[in-house]
């Protein structure tokens, strides 16, 4: 990715008001959550050798697709409303190249039944910090139950010019305030897949529990009926079993 294209797209007023692009790293994420970098810094890697994907799975993160992440620094009362508004800058960006891809609560972006995009985000809630990382499968080969822009839309793409769309989107979506907050939340549930009655596995007091989804909330959470009829809250990381 070139840096002379992006860097003039970097608004130093804004919310995202820094790039760092690296040709190699381990993973964009760790990068961010090692080092005290201010709020706003972006770090996007051509290539990622240890890409961590959610469940401390391995991201393939091979060159030709858009691997990044960003920092926030400050206490956060909600993190999950980085994985809402990243997954609608995502969708609104896809839009762009003519997709409709849907959102597979909790935050994967699906494009048919396949992964187009993926975001994790690592919270230090002492250090009042988050990263949220976003990976594209841009013009990179995609793993397999997986899908890249360039497959769907059948030519290669700018990456820079994805890339600054996108961040332009996360931006505006990360100067909202509390008014318009509620109709980003609008706009995630609109392009939510539904999941009720999905069977799930979660893990809560670190015991897994069965059962299947009963609603999803706009806050991002999930209510789960257990195997033997009790409702739970889960606001973390829920596993779909078909
Ligand atoms: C998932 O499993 O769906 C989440 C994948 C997140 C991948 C991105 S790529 C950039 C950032 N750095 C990482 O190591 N992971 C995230």
Redesign the pocket.
Known sequence: MNLKVIEPHINKNHVLNKIIILSSI??????LMDNNFASGTIA??AV?T??????G?H?Q?GSG?????FVINRKIINPYMFVILSSVALVETFAMYGLKPEIKWP??ILLGRL?I????IENDAYNSKI?T????NINNKAPQNAVSLKQAVHKKINMEEFFIRLVKKLDIYLRQTAGLKKKLIGKWVMNLTDVTGRDVSVIRNKKRVIGKVKKVYKDGSVSIVDEKGNVIRIKGEVFFLA
Do not use: E
């Open positions: 381990d993973s964009t994420n760790k990068y996007a890697a990622q240890a890409g961590r994907g959610k469940q799975a991201w993160s697709g858009l691997w990044f992440s935050n994967d992964k995009s993926g975001i994790l990263v990382g976003i990976g594209v």
